[in-house]
């Protein structure tokens, strides 16, 4: 009888098990590398997919899968169709790289053809790339610069070259949007808003004052007509016809303006002469504020909300003159960083910034809002102004946040939709560096969550050329 010989041993996947087999127990990924169907085009179509998002500017890598990330509002609405509208809004710790990812989307955007426009830049985290790419820095701030809230830049200047509804609206822009400023202004001021009777005392003023006065006027000007009482007025501020009744109802208001129009009060000259630099729409701009200590609560708070109310309305000015085809059609990105100073100035200014940043997404304006926490919108002394605050999260398109505490997760849970990984990593991310050397970073510098909608967050670091490190420097008074 034939002997049936025993069965071959074979090795496993991983090689000879037992000792001295030399079994791999542990097998490193295989590297990965994206290409274009052009580079790989013997490869193509089996490569795998990564998942993340392929278009906007390049922001980092994935932290999972070492993918690129590409992303910025403006792409992700205009031509990968991920979000409805074109706004960022970013959250986190200080010193962990909000701006540095804002940075990094303005320089790529800038090579897509939008032109960066930094709307206040106190540090200053923006000037050194907007200067490097050859934009417009505007210094503004006490004995540096003026803002004149009564200058509608380009706006007069280019409704004289329209006609119609353009014309029309394009005026009364101009005119809200100074009326909201001087109101604005005059709360930070005051710390509480004007009366609804002062701010149709100050329209009217408005109306007035431009019918009578030739060119640009300041607020000096503007004091002088309510001080005039003519009868557009009068019936505004409804005195039954008493000269002394019209006084003491405008008397609170014409003292808050000439205290800005005089220099005195705690806003100093900043906004009582001609604007000292127009703004220019065909190139990046940054309004380098950082010349205001951070003592001066008020007045940095005045200096962001005049910029941007000066800003949009210059874009606006550009979009109305490229729809009349009497101007090239151009796309901005506009920065407002340090949210927080503006709303905690006083109470009231939430409605203000709520409706200075409404801009339709229609006009190619894609925004950015950034503030450190969740607690600084909803910190706020009103319900009112929390709900409106919140508002402005819900409204983003995307959300990105950096290291965060964790007692802030169950407010940002309110308007973003985080899951346990997620909230997990945010909270790690903030932990401070160790104690054992002075040049350790923090653990969770540079690291970022792009949240849309209910969708799975995407993690990813960002890491910087030389040339931005060269321009990301926002420690230099230190070295």
């Known amino acids: 009888?034939?002997?049936?010989?025993?069965?071959?041993?074979?090795?496993?996947?991983?090689?000879?098990?037992?000792?001295?087999?030399?079994?791999?127990?542990?097998?490193?990924?295989?590297?990965?590398?994206?290409?274009?169907?052009?580079?790989?085009?013997?490869?193509?179509?089996?490569?795998?997919?990564?998942?993340?998002?392929?278009?906007?500017?390049?922001?980092?890598?994935?932290?999972?899968?070492?993918?690129?990330?590409?992303?910025?509002?403006i792409s992700w609405f205009q031509r990968a169709g991920l979000i409805s509208n074109p706004s960022a809004f970013v959250l986190g710790q200080p010193g962990l790289g909000k701006s540095t990812i804002i940075r990094r989307m303005c320089l790529g955007l800038a090579g897509y053809g939008v032109h960066p426009m930094v709307f206040g830049d106190l540090k200053p985290d923006y000037?050194?790339?907007?200067?490097?790419?050859?934009?417009?820095?505007?210094?503004?701030?006490?004995?540096?610069?003026?803002?004149?809230p009564l200058d509608p830049g380009e706006s007069l200047r280019a409704a004289e070259r329209l006609t119609g509804t353009a014309r029309r609206s394009l005026l009364a822009d101009a005119h809200g949007r100074r009326l909201?400023?001087?109101?604005?202004?005059?709360?930070?001021?005051?710390?509480?808003?004007?009366?609804?009777?002062?701010?149709?005392?100050l329209a009217a003023a408005l109306d007035v004052l431009d019918e009578r006065h030739d060119g640009v006027p300041v607020l000096a000007d503007l004091v002088r007509v309510i001080r005039e009482a003519p009868e557009p007025l009068r019936q505004a501020a409804l005195d039954r016809g008493s000269t002394e009744r019209y006084q003491s109802l405008t008397e609170g208001l014409e003292s808050s303006l000439d205290s800005l129009a005089g220099g005195r009060g705690r806003l100093g000259d900043m906004f009582a002469h001609p604007t000292s630099e127009?703004?220019?729409?065909?190139?990046?701009?940054?309004?380098?504020?950082?010349?205001?200590?951070?003592?001066?609560?008020?007045?940095?708070?005045?200096?962001?909300?005049?910029?941007?109310s000066y800003g949009f309305g210059a874009v606006t000015t550009a979009h109305a003159l490229a729809d009349a085809g009497l101007a090239p059609d151009r796309r901005y990105f506009m920065v407002l960083d340090e949210l927080w100073r503006v709303l905690r100035a006083s109470s009231g200014l939430v409605e203000r910034v709520d409706v200075l940043t409404r801009v339709n997404r229609t006009r190619g304006v894609g925004t950015a809002m950034i503030t450190h926490s969740m607690r600084d919108l909803l910190a706020l002394p009103s319900e009112e102004d929390r709900q409106k605050a919140a508002g402005f999260v819900e409204r983003s398109g995307l959300v990105i946040s950096a290291g965060l505490p964790r007692d802030e997760m169950p407010r940002l849970q309110q308007v973003v939709d985080l899951s346990a990984v997620e909230q997990q990593r945010l909270t790690e991310w903030s932990t401070p560096p160790g104690w054992d050397t002075q040049s350790a970073e923090p653990p969770g510098r540079g690291n970022f969550l792009i949240k849309v909608g209910g969708r799975p967050g995407i993690p990813l670091h960002v890491d910087l050329t030389q040339r931005e490190l060269m321009l990301n420097d926002t420690n230099k008074r230190w070295h």
């Not at 994206?34 to 500017?57: D, E, H, M, N």
């Not at 001087?182 to 701010?199: F, Q």
């Not at 703004?279 to 005049?306: C, K, N, P, T, W």
């Open 1 to 73: 009888m034939a002997l049936i010989p025993p069965p071959r041993r074979r090795p496993g996947p991983r090689g000879w098990p037992g000792r001295g087999g030399g079994a791999q127990t542990r097998l490193d990924p295989a590297p990965e590398w994206r290409g274009t169907t052009v580079q790989v085009c013997g490869l193509w179509p089996y490569g795998a997919g990564s998942g993340t998002p392929t278009k906007g500017v390049p922001v980092g890598r994935h932290l999972l899968s070492g993918a690129t990330v590409c992303c910025d509002p």
């Open 127 to 148: 000037v050194d790339l907007i200067r490097a790419l050859g934009g417009q820095v505007i210094t503004l701030g006490r004995g540096r610069g003026h803002l004149n």
């Open 180 to 201: 909201n400023l001087l109101a604005s202004l005059v709360t930070i001021l005051r710390r509480e808003p004007p009366t609804d009777r002062e701010e149709t005392v």
């Open 278 to 308: 127009p703004m220019r729409l065909d190139r990046a701009v940054v309004f380098d504020v950082s010349g205001i200590d951070d003592s001066e609560v008020a007045l940095q708070a005045a200096a962001l909300l005049s910029c941007w």
